[in-house]
T-cell receptor, first 115, second 118 residues
Framework: GAGVSQSPSNKVTEKGKDVELRCDPISGHTALYWYRQRLGQGLEFLIYFQGNSAPDKSGLPSDRFSAERTGESVSTLTIQRTQQEDSAVYLC?????????????FGPGTRLTVT | AQTVTQSQPEMSVQEAETVTLSCTYDTSESDYYLFWYKQPPSRQMILVIRQEAYKQQNATENRFSVNFQKAAKSFSLKISDSQLGDAAMYFCAYRSYAGGTSYGKLTFGQGTILTVHP
């Protein structure tokens, strides 16, 4: 079946512009995660969605970052007034649930470059 | 909060040889999961192997095996009979067992770049 997909694959934007990144999780996966990966670094947790519950936004680095998810479908991560330090790969992952042995399946990521 | 440390920024191995990647972690929890992920240049994160902390037996997946030392909080990955396709960035990751306030999020180390020489 289809895996996690993300769009766009690459995005170049000017400092100060807003960007929107999209994630399509695996069908039926209730849990969805966004991570940020700076160049040569590990992944940092940003935000988590589980079904219709309130999201865990504890990893968002500033109020310029926000995310939405409609039910158990598509999620969008929005970065307002982008800064150069926002340049990174943004990865989305989904799983059948947050607990137990469920594996997180990752998308290919969106590489964001802020000039 | 949990932390994961990979002290080897880069490692190299000859094709068909064995290499071990190191990982240590810090946690006050008794039940958790540990993972090794592989990230090739395509950026796609691929799960290599998983270990449940309550299991004493080390996990193995074909040429990949781990040495899990719970008391020492150490979780190394051994790759046997290395192949050119094993070249990638490898990440060690931690996840709480019961979800709780961490909601199943993964905490990653900084990664180790593995080069395989023909």
């Amino acid at each position: 079946g289809a895996g996690v997909s993300q769009s766009p694959s690459n995005k170049v934007t000017e400092k100060g512009k807003d960007v929107e990144l999209r994630c399509d999780p695996i069908s039926g996966h209730t849990a969805l995660y966004w991570y940020r990966q700076r160049l040569g670094q590990g992944l940092e947790f940003l935000i988590y969605f589980q079904g219709n519950s309130a999201p865990d936004k504890s990893g968002l680095p500033s109020d310029r970052f926000s995310a939405e998810r409609t039910g158990e479908s598509v999620s969008t991560l929005t970065i307002q007034r982008t800064q150069q330090e926002d340049s990174a790969v943004y990865l989305c992952a989904s799983s059948e649930g947050p607990q137990g042995p469920y594996e997180q399946y990752f998308g290919p990521g969106t590489r964001l470059t802020v000039t | 909060a949990q932390t994961v440390t990979q002290s080897q920024p880069e490692m190299s191995v000859q094709e068909a040889e064995t290499v071990t990647l190191s990982c240590t972690y810090d946690t006050s929890e008794s039940d958790y999961y540990l993972f090794w992920y592989k990230q090739p240049p395509s950026r796609q994160m691929i799960l290599v192997i998983r270990q449940e902390a309550y299991k004493q037996q080390n996990a193995t997946e074909n040429r990949f095996s781990v040495n899990f030392q719970k008391a020492a909080k150490s979780f190394s990955l051994k790759i046997s009979d290395s192949q050119l396709g094993d070249a990638a960035m490898y990440f060690c990751a931690y996840r709480s067992y019961a979800g709780g306030t961490s909601y199943g999020k993964l905490t990653f180390g900084q990664g180790t770049i593995l080069t395989v020489h023909p």
